[in-house]
């Protein structure tokens, strides 16, 4: 015979209604008294009818995770396997599914994402992305409808819950440690300035010139949408200025391990010819030859912490926003050099 919510009850010595509590992670009940009713639930083998109890609240246990573009091409980055897996850790700590977008256009996200409000098929939204005008958040704050944010947002920053890293910093310290080692022509390699973390690297890159003395050179900036096949072109037109660049920022390690390669193609050696330095630290940077200078932004803790923030305001509706800087770390290893 299948176990009940009453079985519960009756062994851990608390009321049905305290069970119920414990399952939907409500925040009255004590962590004491959570870690007791989850024993004996799993030394029972029982199982919470989910479905039946939404029916009731109005709620899924679902947490839509949306991303900027194409699922299929942003799972190619380590950066989104990587993110999904703290959501995951946290949204399975707290009994709640996910739900990603599967849209290849902006326009099918979009879509998407009014379907999972207006129907109802998701709690609350976890946006992978922050860009300037972003129809999605404008939608989600016109509906009131719960959702936190991987960057920071481009307004309305005390109304929104949202988990970044400090962007312009962590490029002022990058930069700071190419000139530290006496580089001054020093290019950015990143995407648009449509998103917000593009935009806050390049002005940390600036500001950490301008503090040196460096003049600002427009010709070494790179800045494209994406990964569009063009990257060795673009790197050929670097190297074959009148001053090409002695060292590379890249907006990620993703961007680096590419140009590496066609650096090699051009018979230019990395560190002896030109330094290299990325951002997120993914597993194999540390395994290239020469191992990558990086900056860790924890991008596990990112996903973790977005994924509690949009739970406390599922659970509490009223609750203030909140906003957590989550630390960075620079990495430097050996593709970088002084000159």
Excluded: W
């Amino acid at each position: 015979m299948a176990v009940t919510i009453k079985d519960v009850a009756k062994k851990a010595n608390v009321s049905t209604a305290t069970v119920s509590r414990v399952i939907s992670n409500n925040p009255r009940i004590s962590e004491q008294t959570k870690q007791k009713v989850r024993k004996i639930m799993e030394e029972m083998g029982y199982h919470p009818n989910f479905q039946a109890r939404n029916l009731v609240v109005n709620k899924t246990q679902t947490l839509g995770v949306v991303m900027a573009n194409s699922t299929t091409l942003l799972l190619q980055n380590p950066f989104f396997p990587e993110v999904l897996r703290g959501i995951s850790a946290n949204a399975h700590d707290n009994k709640y599914g996910l739900y990603l977008t599967t849209g290849t256009t902006e326009t099918e996200i979009y879509e998407e994402v009014v379907a999972m409000t207006q129907g109802r098929r998701v709690d609350g939204i976890i946006l992978l992305y922050s860009r300037k005008n972003d129809p999605i958040m404008n939608y989600l704050i016109d509906q009131e409808f719960p959702f936190t944010l991987v960057g920071r947002p481009e307004h309305h920053h005390s109304d929104i819950s949202f988990v970044d890293n400090d962007n312009v910093e962590n490029a002022r310290n990058v930069s700071r440690h190419l000139i530290d080692f006496g580089h001054e022509r020093i290019a950015y390699f990143g995407y648009d300035n449509e998103f917000i973390v593009s935009h806050d690297r390049l002005k940390g890159y600036k500001e950490a010139l301008a503090k040196a003395e460096i003049p600002y050179r427009n010709e070494y900036i790179v800045k494209q949408k994406t990964l569009q096949g063009n990257e060795k072109e673009l790197l050929k037109q670097l190297i074959h200025l009148d001053e090409p660049p002695t060292a590379l920022i890249t907006h990620d390690d993703l961007i680096a391990y590419e140009l590496i390669r066609y650096l090699s193609d051009f018979e230019l050696k990395v560190p002896n010819d030109i330094s290299i330095i990325g951002f997120n630290n993914h597993k194999i940077s540390e395994h290239l030859d020469p191992p990558l200078s990086t900056v860790d932004i924890s991008i596990y803790d990112l996903g973790f912490e977005a994924t509690r923030l949009l739970i406390n305001r599922i659970h509490q509706p009223n609750r203030s926003a909140e906003q957590i800087i989550v630390p960075s770390t620079l990495i430097k290893r050996g593709s970088c050099r002084n000159l």
